[in-house]
């Protein structure tokens, strides 16, 4: 079974543009959340979809933002990028969103580099 | 509430040491916890978890951790260090609050294996 995969897994990007980045999460699962890992704030929850509803937001300003579609595949977007957001972008997946017993499976990641 | 705390951002140790990981939280409900690896350039990889039941938890590559809530404290441990285990470490801790069970993660601690 493939694993969760990310796209692209580098991306540079100047201040003021914005962003979308991919997921794809196992077959089956109907989960999936987002994570920004950077070496100053560590490992931060965005935000999590389950069955095309967001179920959960983490403490970000509105220019992060998602969605995810039908077959459970996610977006993420940031708009009018600032230099902080340079970042590990992590996507996990579950086959629910029924708490701790369910297992996230994570994806490799993409690296946002804002110049 | 919930937060994490990883003592030691970096640990050293010999190959074929013991490896002790530790790894203290802070929950108001009763919590979840879990003991993530990262290699360079990947996602997360659930090492181990307790939900319920038996506080000694095993894991795999021969990792395992004990929950003891009188200490607060979750520490990953393993009898003998290979130098495949060099990677960072992420303790996280989760607990049912309004429905959510979004994890708090630790700043991570960055396991060093020497020969």
């Known amino acids: 079974k493939a694993g969760v995969t990310q796209t692209p897994r580098y991306l540079i990007k100047t201040r003021g543009q914005q962003v979308t980045l991919s997921c794809s999460p196992i077959?089956?699962?109907?989960?999936v959340s987002w994570y920004q890992q950077t070496p100053g704030q560590g490992l931060q929850f965005l935000f999590e979809?389950?069955?095309?509803?967001?179920?959960n937001k983490g403490n970000f300003p509105g220019r992060f933002s998602g969605r995810q579609f039908s077959n459970s595949r996610s977006e993420m977007n940031v708009s009018t990028l600032e230099l902080g957001d340079s970042a590990l972008y992590l996507c996990?997946?579950?086959?629910?969103?029924?708490?701790?017993?369910?297992?996230?499976?994570f994806g490799p990641g993409t690296r946002l580099t804002v110049l | 509430a919930q937060s994490v705390t990883q003592l030691g951002s970096h640990v050293s140790v010999s190959e074929g040491a013991l490896v002790l990981l530790r790894c203290n939280y802070s929950s108001s409900v009763p919590p979840y916890l879990f003991w993530y690896v990262q290699y360079p350039n990947q996602g997360l990889q659930l090492l181990l978890k307790y939900t319920t039941g038996a506080t000694l938890v095993k894991g795999i590559n021969g990792f395992e951790a004990e929950f003891k809530k009188s200490e607060t404290s979750f520490h990953l441990t393993k009898p003998s260090a290979h130098m495949s285990d060099a990677a960072e470490y992420f303790c996280?801790?989760?607990?049912?609050?309004?429905?959510?069970?979004?994890?708090?993660f630790g700043r991570g601690t960055s396991l060093i294996v020497h020969p």
């Open positions: 979809y389950f069955s095309e509803t967001q179920r």
């Open positions: 996280a801790v989760s607990g049912a609050s309004g429905g959510s069970y979004i994890p708090t």
């Open positions: 077959s089956g699962h109907r989960s």
């Open positions: 996990a997946s579950s086959k629910t969103s029924g708490g701790p017993r369910d297992t996230q499976y």
